[in-house]
């Protein structure tokens, strides 16, 4: 077996709960929890408001920790946070004291204590250029837009060179223009760095968009994977060409599906079928084994 | 627009001023009726009551005497008339020593109490029962204890000093933001680093506040702390003159103890906007 064969990170069995205010039954959020994902992949996790999306990622991060089950990271079970994990969080958590390229020092210096900070500022500022900030760099984070404030962020998390970068819905909070072509930007930087992503959106353009694989995760409490969607579109589609696609709509449309109806109907799908939580069902959407048809998708269009 | 505003606010000021100081000097001037009738020893010891005045002050007799002071602030003709620079000295001192003694207590004691939720709720009887202690309350047990007038009252600068930074303190350090500190976690920042780099600066403008508030009542008791304990500083002063009956120079005092008081508030004002920071 190749090395890149194996998963660089192995999801197994987790489930989280919170105890319950009033000392009754703990309020379990999702359960039975098994992903893998492999080297270099791009994943994506979808789901409703409060299925316990970002608890995962911060289980991910080693910020919280699961109720039972443990997650595999290169051979080893996360006990906390690592380097080896750059977290890009939703509301950017830029330290507004300091300047761009200064939050992006803070994290280049604690991955590598003993650069010189010439060394590190020099590092720094490649993220920034890289993520074109250059000429802003000495700004606070006041005095940079919303888009401009992500785009450290990433800068941040990128610059430490990580193994796994984990985005907890990073563009959400931003216009659809930014939105666009700070995907098109991060598209092209995970591209060229084969770099590692779980990111979780309820974004489904979003998601075909940049996602290899896309977990589907139903609502919560007792939240389970659905389903793993393998995008079916050619890995160098672009915002602009991707819905020209013959596989977009059949590819959209079985997520939207699934977020309108099926992630409520879980439970009902668990009963009936024969549902493994270990090995959940891969599906690959494309024009020719869509249910949907084409009728539904040209209405979409 | 914004310049005219403030030539308009300075303009008001003036008359704002000048009607002041007008009804106060037409309010003590003296009617002008004879002293007749009365015995002449008399009025000579209840001076410009006789006359059917006013023993206040004119704001134009406190004005000669307030240039006096600026004129000649330091001089010394012993214990019981030192100049008001000089008895100013003394309370800024006092107030800077107490003061700074209840930052090298309270920030650190702060931090521990708003990193931990143990501390915060072990601490908190303690605060909030010592908190709304007059300082002067204190006074007679740090004299039995610390025998000292001078030592004392710099005791009791510091404890009214101490609870609002202390609890400024805790509460920044307590409010630091998830996020902030999320960061830091996921680059494995250690211990120091995250106080030092992380929390201490997230922290400072709500620091800063406290120091500033602490400064403000330290200034405020100084006086009443100093009246107490007699000897030296601008509360013994202001006490002296009193028993001296030369109101002029309690107005006086009264001045400068609020210019002092504005100085040393507008200083902790631009500390504390050195640390702020925009979110």
Redo the contacts between chains.
């Keep these: 077996m190749a090395e890149t064969d194996k998963p660089l990170i192995r999801i197994e069995g987790i489930k989280k709960s919170f105890p319950s205010p009033e000392g009754g039954e703990p309020l379990g959020v999702f359960e039975d929890i098994w992903a893998n994902v492999m080297p270099g992949d791009f994943v994506c996790l979808i789901g409703h408001s409060g299925c316990g999306k970002t608890t995962l990622l911060n289980i991910l991060a080693g910020l919280d920790k699961p109720t039972a089950g443990n997650i595999i990271v290169g051979g080893e079970e996360i006990v906390g946070p690592s380097v080896d994990r750059a977290v890009v969080f939703q509301g950017h958590a830029l330290m507004p004291w300091m300047s761009a390229i200064d939050n992006i020092c803070f994290a280049v210096r604690s991955k590598w204590p003993d650069w010189s900070s010439a060394k590190i500022r020099e590092h720094a500022q490649k993220y920034i250029d890289l993520v074109r900030l250059s000429g802003s760099e000495n700004r606070k984070p006041a005095q940079l837009s919303g888009g401009m404030k992500q785009r450290v962020g990433i800068a941040r998390a990128m610059s430490i060179e990580p193994k796994t970068m984990l985005l907890d819905e990073p563009f959400s909070a931003l216009d659809a223009l930014t939105r666009g072509s700070l995907q098109d930007e991060l598209l092209q930087i995970c591209t060229a760095t084969t770099q590692t992503v779980f990111m979780i959106t309820h974004d489904i353009d979003e998601a075909i968009l940049l996602a290899d694989r896309i977990i589907l995760m139903t609502n919560g409490p007792h939240a389970h994977i659905c389903e793993i969607v393998e995008n079916s579109l050619p890995r160098d589609r672009t915002r602009h060409n991707m819905h020209h696609h013959e596989n977009y709509y059949p590819l959209r449309n079985h997520l939207i599906e699934f977020l309108v109806n099926r992630s409520a109907q879980f439970e009902a799908e668990l009963a009936a079928e024969t549902y493994d939580p270990r090995n959940p069902p891969m599906v690959r959407p494309t024009a020719e084994n869509s249910d949907e048809g084409a009728p539904r998708a040209a209405l979409a269009q | 627009m914004q310049q005219s505003l403030r030539v308009r606010a300075l303009v008001l000021s003036v008359v704002l001023f000048v009607v002041f100081a007008g009804a106060w000097h037409f309010a003590v001037q003296t009617g002008g009726a004879s002293d007749a009738g009365i015995d002449p020893e008399y009025a000579k010891l209840i001076g410009a009551t006789a006359k059917g005045g006013s023993a206040m002050p004119g704001p134009l007799e406190v004005g000669a005497e307030l240039w006096k002071h600026v004129t000649d602030p330091f001089y010394d003709k012993g214990p019981n008339d030192k100049g008001v620079g000089i008895q100013l000295g003394y309370s800024i001192m006092r107030v800077g020593l107490g003061f700074l003694m209840a930052c090298v207590i309270a920030i650190p004691l702060g931090f521990l109490i708003g990193m931990s939720e143990l501390f915060y709720k072990a601490f908190d009887p303690f605060i909030q029962i010592m908190k709304p202690v007059s300082p002067l309350a204190w006074m007679p047990l740090a004299l039995y204890t610390l025998k000292d007038s001078n030592v004392s009252s710099v005791f009791v600068i510091f404890i009214c000093s101490i609870w609002p930074m202390l609890i400024n303190t805790a509460f920044g350090v307590a409010g630091v933001?998830r996020?902030?500190i999320?960061?830091?976690?996921?680059?494995?920042?250690g211990r120091m680093?995250m106080a030092f780099?992380?929390i201490l600066?997230?922290a400072?403008p709500t620091i800063m506040t406290g120091m500033r508030i602490s400064m403000g009542i330290a200034w405020l008791v100084i006086v009443a702390a100093e009246m107490l304990v007699g000897g030296t500083g601008i509360g013994y002063f202001v006490w002296n003159e009193w028993n001296n009956l030369s109101i002029t120079n309690v107005i006086a005092a009264i001045f400068f103890i609020g210019l002092i008081g504005m100085v040393l508030d507008q200083i902790l004002a631009q500390l504390t906007r050195l640390?702020t920071?925009?979110?």
């Design positions: 933001r996020d902030w999320n960061v830091a976690k996921t680059l494995e920042v680093r780099a992380v600066p997230a400072a640390v920071y925009a979110e």
